[in-house]
């Protein structure tokens, strides 16, 4: 038993003497190991709140550029609709001036066919006369004359 004792008051003399002489180095190295953790978390706090203002900035943006984005396609949608009411106004308009200038050309064309009609029919009348009037000149055209030749003298009265 003695000389467990001395084991033991051996280690606590040991135990004593490192701790007298290692006390600053180990408690400077555990408060710079503490300073370093504390300024880790002090720097992890600091990129978290960053990460969660950029987060914050982030979405902000997104939903800018959504409604920026629905802006867009309802001006897009807007401006088709209106491109294809216009397109569909010309459209109109110019069928409509074709349709009238094709009534005009059926118009003229109708009038032409008329007046070549008149004009025929005017010249078929003209020989028609003719022959019938040479024709009745030939048969009556003496007699005729005798006629006219007696009565000139009462006309001249």
Same mark, same amino acid.
Request: charged share 30%; net charge neutral; proline share 2%.
């Given at each position: 038993?003695?000389?467990?004792?001395?084991?033991?008051?051996?280690?606590?003399?040991?135990?004593?003497?490192?701790?007298?002489?290692? /006390? +600053?180095?180990?408690?400077?190295?555990? &408060? !710079?190991?503490?300073?370093?953790?504390?300024?880790? #978390? =002090?720097?992890?706090? @600091?990129?978290?709140?960053?990460?969660?203002?950029?987060?914050?900035?982030?979405?902000?943006?997104?939903?800018?550029?959504?409604?920026?984005?629905?802006?867009?396609?309802?001006?897009?949608?807007?401006?088709?609709?209106?491109?294809? /009411? +216009?397109?569909?106004?010309?459209?109109? &308009? !110019?069928?409509?001036?074709?349709?009238?200038?094709? #009534? =005009?050309?059926?118009? @003229?064309?109708?009038?032409?066919?008329?007046?070549?009609?008149?004009?025929?029919?005017?010249?078929?009348?003209?020989?028609?006369?003719?022959?019938?009037?040479?024709?009745?000149?030939?048969?009556?055209?003496?007699?005729?004359?005798?006629?006219?030749?007696?009565?000139?003298?009462?006309?001249?009265?």
């Amino acid at each position: 038993m003695n000389a467990e004792i001395w084991v033991m008051f051996s280690a606590l003399l040991v135990g004593a003497v490192i701790w007298a002489k290692g /006390k +600053k180095p180990l408690l400077a190295a555990l &408060d !710079s190991r503490t300073a370093r953790i504390k300024a880790d #978390l =002090e720097e992890a706090e @600091r990129l978290k709140k960053e990460a969660e203002q950029l987060l914050a900035d982030y979405k902000k943006k997104h939903a800018d550029a959504v409604e920026t984005a629905k802006k867009i396609i309802e001006n897009a949608e807007e401006t088709v609709t209106l491109m294809q /009411k +216009k397109a569909e106004q010309t459209l109109a &308009d !110019s069928l409509k001036r074709h349709e009238a200038m094709l #009534l =005009e050309r059926i118009s @003229r064309a109708e009038e032409s066919a008329v007046q070549d009609l008149r004009h025929q029919a005017a010249d078929i009348a003209a020989a028609a006369a003719e022959h019938m009037l040479t024709g009745a000149m030939r048969a009556h055209g003496p007699k005729l004359v005798d006629a006219a030749i007696k009565d000139l003298p009462q006309k001249m009265n």
